[in-house]
């Protein structure tokens, strides 16, 4: 009952301040999500020492203190105009979705014209939620994702991808749904810049191992469906651009877990290479490296499989 009663109380706190954030002007707001944005990266201590230690990994000890400081509060302020433009969809969403401006959709058209669907993989750059609704206007598009543990958080977050056109599939049982959609044609997205626990390899990311989940290669061997990447960045006057990728080209080899962990690994390398070009858009606090580096993995990343 007390938690039935918490989460009533969590629901309309939420509607409530829902609609103080749609009537705010459209600049105050994203001003606030900056202000807010550098205020968390310089006061949750934690979250700060793991951005630190993430980009010290990723870009070695050269990296100046200044340019660290730099992505730590960007990174910060990515996350929080995200969290803004995905909370006022309902009010601001077609003039979002009318300045994002991408490249390489013929790629994903190409793909889809055979009929077998095709799989997106993406990371948390730049505004992964609004390339979602952006793409759901042009082509059938579904997303795996992990439900939060906050339910009232839950249904918000699902509604507006719902209002977005989105297809979502629970991540702990979307595999007969993934499997219909891409035979119906839709394209799938999958996050793979998270560390995996189960149902993972470990391959390089940023030269260093990192357990990624192996369901995008072993739908692709399954299902015959390409494998792109996409993923969006902030530019300097304020918009979004996307950018898709020719399919991947991976070899068959007969052995198929080495060519799961090929393809992982190559899928990983890209997401890599995006990241390094617009690091201010990336989710540095996550912890993405968790594992001491185990005897034998190979030390270099295959190169990337893509024309």
Known sequence: MMNRLMESVES??????????WILPESFVRELACLVGWALSETLRSRRRIIEQNLRIAFGPDLSPS???????QCWINICLTAVEVLRFPCQGEKYLRGIRAEGMEHLQNSLS?????ILVTAHLGNWELAGAW???RVPFGV??????????????DGLRAQMGMTVFAKKSALKGVLSFLRRG???????DQHASRQSVAVPFFGQPAKTVTS????AVRTGAAVHLGYTWRTPDGGIHGRVHPAFQTESTGDLEHDILEATAQYTLAIETAIREHPECWLWMHRRWRKPKPAGIQKKAPKSGQK
């Open 12 to 21: 309309l706190l939420i509607v409530f301040g829902l609609r103080i954030l």
């Open 144 to 157: 795996i994702a992990r439900p939060l543990n906050q339910k009232p958080l839950a249904r918000l977050l």
């Open 67 to 73: 340019r660290i400081a730099h992505i730590r509060q």
């Open 114 to 118: 055979d009929g077998r669907g095709a």
């Open 216 to 219: 995008v290669a072993m739908l």
């Open 186 to 192: 839709g394209l799938v997205a999958f996050m793979l």
């Open 135 to 137: 793409l759901a206007q």
